[in-house]
């Protein structure tokens, strides 16, 4: 049975102060409400590591990750952060391959490689992204573009290693632009990618991989979005930095 998922992805918020403020909620509503034991991840910047997980404990079901990592193992690469750095500071995730990373920082296929690489040797499970841009989709080759990304940088691995990823789909097109995917958008690319990995590696490793929809999910729209049969949770981010919406979300299984 495929593992149900919600990551919150931070990115460059909140100051030390509202770091701890947001995961102690976050902590508090988790340890007093019912939800279905989804597995719920808190990735916020590199500098909130250390304090954001002493908050979460023992919270079941609640872990700490990454936003991203170097490509190397270690040495004279300033700013950078090594997967061993996450993993040594208690992180069992690192996302992987953003959109964001790809655009704004020119990662290319061959690199999310190297850095999925280095996750896994250091223990790390990878929240891999993919996802396609306007363009892409409105000439109707995103299905194409996205299999392409995965088959790059991922194809190369054994079926044992594939198995210890999380696969997050991003429709880039609909995020902040004021355009809207719809539910149905997200489970025809949901399955058309399990099917790709299916081609791949098999129907069992496809269908037990974790598949996450990161297109500007929120408790408005998580409980359809995640009702489809290919759709294993979400990759949230600006609901992320409220905690009653991220933990509303969570509970939308």
């Not at 223990?123 to 891999?128: D, E, H, S």
Request: hydrophobic fraction near 35%; include cysteine; proline fraction near 4%.
């Amino acid at each position: 049975m495929r593992k149900k998922i919600v990551a919150g992805n931070w990115k460059m918020n909140l100051g030390f102060d509202e770091g701890q403020k947001l995961t102690s909620e976050i902590v508090n509503m988790l340890k007093d409400e019912e939800h279905s034991g989804v597995t719920a991840i808190l990735n916020p910047p590199f500098v909130h590591l250390y304090p954001v997980k002493k908050l979460i404990g023992d919270t079941p079901n609640l872990f700490l990750g990454g936003q991203n990592c170097s490509d190397k193992a270690s040495g004279a690469y300033t700013g950078e952060i090594a997967a061993s750095m996450l993993a040594s500071f208690g992180a069992s995730y690192v996302i992987l391959g953003h959109s964001e990373r790809r655009e704004y920082f020119k990662e290319s296929n061959q690199l999310l490689t190297e850095k999925t690489k280095q996750a896994l040797a250091n223990g790390l499970t990878p929240i891999f992204c993919c996802g396609e841009p306007l363009d892409i989709r409105e000439a109707g080759t995103h299905e194409e573009y996205v299999k392409n990304q995965l088959t790059e940088s991922l194809f190369d691995f054994s079926a044992e290693e594939i198995s210890k990823l999380v696969i997050a789909y991003e429709p880039i097109w609909a995020i902040g632009t004021g355009k809207t995917a719809s539910s149905n958008q997200a489970q025809e690319m949901h399955a058309a990618l399990r099917g790709h990995f299916a081609s791949k590696y098999g129907q069992e490793v496809a269908d037990n991989l974790s598949i996450l929809y990161g297109g500007s999910c929120n408790p408005g729209n998580a409980k359809e979005i995640f009702s489809k049969p290919d759709v294993d949770g979400g990759l949230i981010g600006g609901a992320s930095l409220k905690s009653r919406d991220f933990v509303d979300i969570i509970k939308s299984f």
